[in-house]
């Protein structure tokens, strides 16, 4: 069964491409620490948290150090915890983050072992998809993309703000590559494009832990500060290839 997209963009993981799954997180694994290579299954190593890219205070004042240090050393730590918890002593312990993914998406009875697993891969994706005085423009090999597939770049900051608004509650804004096309898509709770066969290449958290510190309810603030002052276009194009 394949997944389908709402025609709203919002992404629905209605089954699993194993073929088109692998293809999508190993394009993207390379350019991120999610879990590490796979490892001799007597090691059982743990899934780790990997690192900031960054000091806590260096996306402010768009992000505060206190948001930053709640989100990353609350949130993220805590799906990191929890994941290892789930998978001692089971099959899955010593697995690589991404087949950790694949091989529970879509089981309703693996549910919390998903929400985990991909949580942990989302936000240290989004951590990647900003950077200290980003937004302005792409690269030009990017922006090339990005006006072939939007217009223009403002066309594409736009609807990338319009998904951050537009999900309803707990979520995701994407930027992915869908064959030789860009597209905006939106995921809910942990849900990720890995699932539905696309190249992730940013993302925009929009969980309230994200920004409520420092917007309370003002998403829109969070998301157009965001996306016109950290995005890391240098990072899509890695993701690009």
Known sequence: ?????????TLVATGLNRRQFL???LGSACV????????????????????????DDALAPVISAQTLGFHYGKH??????????????????????????????????????????????NHSFYWNSLRPKGGGEPPAALKQRIEASFGSVDALRK?????SLTQFGSGWAWL????????????????????????PLLTID?????????????????????VDKLLNWEFALQNLG
């Open 159 to 163: 609807e990338l703000v319009n998904a």
């Open 76 to 121: 993220h730590k805590g799906y990191v915890d929890t994941l290892n918890r789930l998978i001692a002593n089971t099959e899955l312990e010593g697995q690589p983050l991404e087949k950790i993914i694949l091989a529970v998406a879509g089981k309703a009875d693996k549910a919390a072992l998903f929400n985990n697993a991909a949580q942990i891969w």
């Open 23 to 25: 293809g999508a997180a």
């Open 32 to 55: 991120l620490t999610l879990g590490g290579l796979a490892r001799p299954a007597q090691a059982a190593a743990p899934i780790v948290l990997p690192p900031l890219p960054y000091a």
């Open 1 to 9: 069964m394949q997944p389908s997209v709402l025609p709203d963009n």
């Open 176 to 199: 992915v590559a869908d064959g030789d096309k860009l597209r905006v898509v939106k995921t809910a709770n942990a849900e990720l494009p890995l699932t539905a066969g696309l190249k």
């Open 206 to 226: 929009v969980w309230e832990h994200a920004y409520y510190l420092d917007y309370q309810n003002r998403r829109a603030d969070y998301a157009n500060a965001l």
